[in-house]
Antibody, heavy 121, light 107 residues
Framework: QVQLQESGPGLVKPSGTLSLTCAVSGGSISSSNWWSWVRQPPGKGLEWIGKIFHSGSTDYNPSLKSRVTISVDKSKNQFSLRLSSVTAADTAVYYC??????????????WGQGTLVTVSS | DIQMTQSPSSLSASVGDRVTITCRASQSISTSLNWYQQKPGKAPKLLIYAASSLQSGVPSRLSGSGSGTDFTLTISSLQPEDFATYYCQQTYIIPRTFGQGTKVEIK
């Protein structure tokens, strides 16, 4: 059973950088899957941020691409998110998730519990 | 980006009712459509992948159908644990996009 756990500061100052890590257990981050970040502002819907493969290959949402970096640390079986120049609009619950690739189809089968990040001075 | 539009945005139903939620994509996505359930304070849970395949452990009263641009999630007999918000998601192209959600409430 794969488990994902987000960690990082719950409060970030405006114009600062949001940094989160997702620890993967019960499976290898070097498997044939992608690893994604998704966020959800309070009371709103889901927004995909980006994803990474264990090789380091990444895809980002164009709406956030200029501010986002996703990286992987295979030795620690974890991946990370950095979002720069944050504003109040970046306040959200941030989820990490596994994007399973099977038979040319993709779906998010495992999710972390989510962590609330508030942008405020 | 592919826009995903769900309808209705919310609905009220009783236990035992048949419930249908629709999701329309702004362009064809074949069957690259997934459905998730989210309860307050919890992470989304995968229900249906590839438009109609039931995720392991998900009750058979849930089903999905459709291809191209029009998709449907059906709950044949609504149970108390089904009251939640449901999201569709396309994984046909980058960026992945979600519908705005459909909240299923108790009548």
């Amino acid at each position: 059973q794969v488990q994902l756990q987000e960690s990082g500061p719950g409060l970030v100052k405006p114009s600062g950088t949001l940094s989160l890590t997702c620890a993967v257990s019960g499976g290898s981050i070097s498997s044939s899957n992608w690893w994604s970040w998704v966020r959800q502002p309070p009371g709103k819907g889901l927004e995909w941020i980006g994803k990474i493969f264990h090789s380091g290959s990444t895809d980002y949402n164009p709406s956030l691409k200029s501010r986002v970096t996703i990286s992987v640390d295979k030795s620690k079986n974890q991946f990370s998110l950095r979002l720069s120049s944050v504003t109040a609009a970046d306040t959200a619950v941030y989820y990490c998730a596994r994007e399973l690739y099977s038979s040319a189809l993709y779906y998010f089968d495992y999710w972390g519990q989510g962590t609330l990040v508030t942008v405020s001075s | 980006d592919i826009q995903m539009t769900q309808s209705p945005s919310s609905l009220s139903a009783s236990v035992g009712d048949r419930v249908t939620i629709t999701c329309r994509a702004s362009q064809s996505i074949s069957t690259s459509l997934n459905w998730y359930q989210q309860k307050p304070g919890k992470a989304p849970k995968l229900l249906i992948y590839a438009a109609s395949s039931l995720q392991s452990g998900v009750p058979s009263r849930l089903s999905g159908s459709g291809s191209g641009t029009d998709f449907t999630l059906t709950i044949s007999s609504l149970q108390p644990e089904d009251f939640a918000t449901y999201y569709c998601q396309q994984t046909y192209i980058i960026p992945r996009t979600f519908g705005q959600g459909t909240k299923v409430e108790i009548k």
